[in-house]
């Protein structure tokens, strides 16, 4: 069973071949309609069920996307509207969906919820979001790097901000493509040291600094996110802590001329980021939103054992 909770569970070779999939799909459909299937629907008549326990809307509508355009579909449960809400068990919800679709889709808070569905579940579990990690979006990160001209072996990525799940991610990342990461991060708020060692034992260069300017300096790849996540409290705080790390134009000009910025969105504008960057020839952060779409479907052609 190819469960995808993270990005090692695929390891390297499979990211990569991912990402060439996730290229020749994407230039396939150029000028199509977005829910016209692929012109081999893979997934044809399959099912996805997707479990939302935190808002979304790329998540949500990527999925449900490229489910289409894999020729299956896809169906949405919440908290509100099923027996999760309720009090069923993770583990009852795991057998009894795998007797009624063929892939399940969690976004959640806490991981052990998306294992635990994992352990349970005979069809393949993707995660969506958590609290650990974020793996379907750093598909799309680099997916986008690569579109943009960047080469992931040597790669100088820098983060800013709060060292939370997508950051995670991207350690594991530039665990397995091999490039190198900054992380500019206010006292109290490093991403977890598991994920820091990792990238080095495999011999990643990674710079904790809380200098912000020192990260950006002669970087290739920008990337930030909200300060505050959802169901965060304390906010104020927090906002006061990460003020100094705001990507600006200032900050910007530190890194190289070709330099690209990131951000998985929502953007709070005026906050994690200036609206100079955002709305700059340098941000990319309305290709790598669409890039979700692509980056899921070789995601699940991966878990549907079609794809490395």
């Not at 490229?66 to 009090?87: K, P, V, Y």
């Amino acid at each position: 069973m190819r469960h995808f909770l993270d990005l090692s569970d695929a390891g390297g070779d499979a990211i990569a071949a991912m990402i060439n999939d996730a290229q020749d799909r994407k230039a396939a459909r150029a000028g199509w309609a977005k829910g016209r299937p692929d012109s081999d629907r893979p997934l044809d008549g399959c099912v996805l069920a997707m479990i939302f326990e935190k808002n979304s809307t790329r998540t949500r509508v990527s999925f449900d996307i490229a489910m289409r355009q894999l020729g299956g579909s896809a169906l949405i449960l919440d908290s509100g509207t099923s027996q999760l809400g309720r009090g069923e068990s993770i583990a009852d919800t795991a057998r009894v969906l795998s007797r009624m679709v063929d892939a399940i889709m969690i976004r959640t808070d806490d991981h052990a919820k998306a294992e635990e569905l994992a352990r349970y579940a005979t069809v393949p579990v993707i995660n969506g979001l958590t609290d650990r990690s974020h793996p379907c979006q750093i598909v799309a990160d680099l997916l986008t790097m690569i579109e943009h001209g960047k080469a992931l072996p040597g790669l100088e990525v820098a983060w800013f901000g709060d060292g939370n799940n997508v950051l995670h991610s991207i350690l594991e990342a530039a665990t397995l493509m091999k490039f190198n990461v900054r992380v500019a991060t206010p006292a109290g708020y490093a991403p977890e040291d598991e994920f820091v060692q990792m990238a080095r034992e495999a011999g990643c260069t990674v710079t904790l600094t809380q200098d912000a300017v020192a990260a950006a300096r002669d970087t290739d790849v920008l990337i930030t996110d909200t300060w505050v996540s959802m169901g965060q409290d304390h906010a104020h705080n927090k906002i006061a802590a990460m003020s100094p790390y705001q990507v600006n134009e200032a900050l910007m000009a530190h890194a190289k001329n070709d330099a690209i910025f990131l951000h998985c969105l929502p953007a709070h504008v005026g906050d994690e980021v200036s609206e100079g960057v955002f709305e700059s020839s340098q941000s990319v952060v309305f290709d790598e939103a669409e890039n979700r779409i692509h980056a899921q479907k070789s995601v699940l052609l991966w878990a549907f054992e079609q794809l490395g």
